[in-house]
């Protein structure tokens, strides 16, 4: 298993990677089954609100000649995998546009300003609320 995290200190966003992957060797030479699933979830929050989760299932069989050239192409495969599924991500995440992340965003009240939560309770509808519960 892979795991990799970066949190975005700065109020931008933060991510996660995780790939889990499966050997299956045979009793004797032949073809190891490989499986793998690797996830992404990102969040961006920079200026809207924005997620992302994917993940994707492989799987495979591989040569075992030798251990040597076994273990060289396992290796090679999950790098194969894992960059593919990257730059779909990166391909995918590039082609969209701002508009799309503007549907996505929530916009702003008929006041184009952002409400101040902690003044909620000086409007009327605020008292209302209060008044209520």
Do not use: C
């Not at 960059?83 to 969209?96: G, K, R, V």
């Not at 916009?107 to 003044?119: E, G, M």
């Amino acid at each position: 298993a892979v795991v990799s995290t970066q949190s975005g200190h700065y109020g931008r966003g933060n991510g996660k990677w995780k790939s889990k992957w499966d050997v299956k060797f045979p009793t004797a030479g032949g073809y190891a089954k490989v499986e793998g699933t690797m996830s992404a979830q990102v969040h961006y929050y920079e200026d809207g609100n924005v997620q992302l989760l994917s993940n994707k299932n492989v799987e495979e069989s591989i040569q075992l000649s030798s251990p040597n050239e076994g273990a060289t192409n396992l290796v090679e495969y999950i790098k194969k995998s894992e960059t593919e599924y990257q730059l779909a991500i990166n391909e995918n995440y590039n082609s969209m546009s701002n508009n799309t992340f503007k549907a996505l965003r929530r916009n702003l009240p008929i006041t184009q300003s952002l409400i101040d939560w902690h003044k909620l309770h000086g409007f009327q509808v605020g008292k209302d609320i209060m008044n209520k519960s």
